[in-house]
């Protein structure tokens, strides 16, 4: 099992910034893709950014440019920091660990609890 704690959500006004930490505990994985997913409210979860164990980064194509995604391996943490901050990010942000076993076959996504980020003047 993997357990995410994440924390740094709020509200904040358009074009500020704010910065989402998630760690990790519990049974870590050689090959991961760790990262965060939002979700507003009538809308399908997306894929915000995420990292891979190899330190490949990915982000949906409304926040290139915008968001940064980076990790500490010692903390067993990711980060995103969101910048320029828009009034259509107003979501709850999920931590996601998307656990791979040897070879790049998938094992289970685990879950954090969600933080809630709203942008409004």
């Known amino acids: 099992q993997v357990q995410l704690v994440e924390s740094g959500g709020g509200l904040v006004q358009p074009g500020g910034s704010l910065r989402l930490s998630c760690a990790a505990s519990g049974v870590m994985f050689s090959m991961y893709a760790m990262g965060w997913y939002r979700q507003a409210p009538g809308i399908q979860r997306e894929l915000v950014a995420d990292?891979?164990?190899?330190?490949?980064?990915d982000y949906a194509d409304s926040v290139k440019g915008r968001f940064i995604i980076s990790r500490d391996n010692t903390e067993n943490a990711v980060y995103l920091q969101m910048n320029s901050l828009r009034p259509e990010d107003t979501a709850v942000y999920y931590c996601?660990?998307?656990?791979?076993?040897?070879?790049?076959?998938?094992?289970?996504?685990?879950w954090g609890q969600g933080t809630q980020v709203t942008v409004s003047s």
């Open positions: 990292i891979t164990s190899a330190g490949n980064t």
């Open positions: 996601n660990y998307k656990a791979f076993h040897g070879g790049g076959l998938y094992a289970n996504d685990y």
